[in-house]
């Protein structure tokens, strides 16, 4: 079961958005991820969160769940209804931007979600974002924009393939050293470390 789900940031555009919702079995909006739904002439299965942004319709003729705990945003909010319902892999979109406190602590959220979905991703309508581990490949066209950021701490034993600035069981430390602004070089690159949390954004296309 794949799910999308509409946070608060920056809103999607409506192409990507009508795109994504198209292939979903379920559209969620994140409290005022619901408003961005609306907006593009769409309608979420649920809306969820504190109810903080979200403007409800009159008749909504859907589900909204309020949910008011403070220990948790909205983006966790729907991730675990995600995870209740079955879903098994899930695009977030709208998870950066608007307010900078909330983008970081959405990097976070994907930290502490990512392990229990299949695939987990945040998407937009250069980058997806997503988190490794331990090693990972994938296929993409030559000369795309591949980002490595070390989430907390440093990530150790970092080696690459098919990327112009390579690493060969090297180190990447918040305040020391990243690896933004890398491009690949061949029609499939891999990564491997050794330990620590890795987001890597990968330019689509």
Do not use: W
């Not at 739904?37 to 649920?46: A, C, M, N, V, W």
């Not at 319902?85 to 970081?104: N, P, Q, Y």
């Not at 392990?115 to 994938?138: H, I, N, P």
Request: proline share 4%; hydrophobic share 35%.
């Amino acid at each position: 079961m794949h799910a999308v789900i509409v946070s608060n940031g920056f809103p999607p555009k409506t192409e990507l958005l009508q795109q994504e919702a198209q292939h979903s079995d379920l559209l969620i909006g994140a409290d005022g991820g619901g408003n961005r739904i609306l907006e593009k002439g769409l309608r979420p299965h649920i809306v969820i969160g504190d109810m903080d942004s979200f403007e409800k319709p009159e008749n909504p003729g859907f589900e909204v769940i309020y949910e008011p705990d403070q220990e948790t945003n909205d983006l966790e909010k729907a991730l675990r209804l995600a995870l209740d319902k079955g879903v098994e892999t899930c695009h977030v979109l709208g998870a950066f931007g608007l307010r900078m406190d909330h983008s970081l602590k959405n990097l976070s959220v994907l930290k502490q979600f990512h392990d229990r979905f299949e695939t987990l991703l945040y998407r937009d309508e250069t980058f997806d974002a997503f988190m490794v581990q331990q090693q990972f490949s994938m296929k993409c066209e030559v000369g795309n924009i591949v980002s490595l950021f070390p989430l907390s701490g440093a990530v150790h034993g970092i080696t690459t393939t098919g990327l112009r600035y390579k690493l060969s069981g090297e180190k990447l430390e918040n305040g020391q050293r990243d690896g933004t602004s890398n491009e690949t070089t061949d029609p499939e690159f891999s990564i491997q470390i050794e330990s620590g949390d890795l987001i890597v954004f990968v330019e689509r296309g």
